[in-house]
Each structure stands twice: as C-alpha cells, then as structure tokens.
C-alpha cells in the first residue's frame, strides 16, 4: 500500500476501519501512532505488484516492485516473534489494520523475507537445556554417592 493513516487509540482506528471505503482499505495501511515511526506516504501512486516466492509457517518470502516507497502488507496475523528483512538488510515490521504485518520496502525491486524467530521458544529451549545439564550432573552424584 501506498499509503498510511494513523490512529491514537484502537478505538479510533477500529472506528476508521468500519467507516473506510474498500477502495481505501486496500491502498492505505491504517496503523495505531504508537506503531509507526515512519513518514507519511500520502499513497498517490499505483498499487505496487508482489509476488510470494516461499509460504511456510515460519517463513514467507516475498518479490516485490514498487514504483515509490511504500508498505508490503502481509494479511498474515502480526506476532512479535516475526522478524523481517528487506534485500537481506534488516526491517522492521509494522502491525497494520490492528492485526496484520507490513514491511517498509523503497522504491523499485526488493526481496522481502519472513522468518518467525519467537524469543520465548529459545529461551524455554535455553531452561530446558540447562534442566537437563542439572538433572544429568543430580543423577551423576547421587550415582556417586551410592558407590562410594
């Protein structure tokens, strides 16, 4: 989309949602202001033309030609644990509509990836490590103590 309208509460922007004309949906990104740090894109151009290359539940890729900058948005549900890059450099995601994901992408072709990264799944497989080390060495000294 090309363009981006922002809200100061969920409230306000569900209210826009419900009175936006199908036309607006599709060309301008509704995002809470707390969300979005980016300039204004006013959408005057036309829609930019995607292509997803890899769908999978961890991870989506995207070719993308736009004729400005604007926003991919994926009708994905946004998480947290989803990360972004654009043309292999870093991006930040943007929760639009109130639940969606989108991507800031420059003018022209880029490669847009996807990769779900959730923080809680490493660090719940970091504890488990670390139990296991724990009950393995409990185990081996409690095996020890009964030789002896």
Sequence with gaps: ?????????????NAALAAASREELGTTAFVLAEDWSGPTLDGGWPLSEATITEYGDDAVRVRVDAPASALLVLTDSWDAGWVATVDGDSAEIVRVYGTFRAVRIPAGASEVAFAYRPTETYVGFGLMAVAAVGLMAWAWLSLRRTDV
């Design 1 to 13: 989309v090309g363009g981006v309208r922002t809200f100061a509460s969920p409230g306000d922007l």
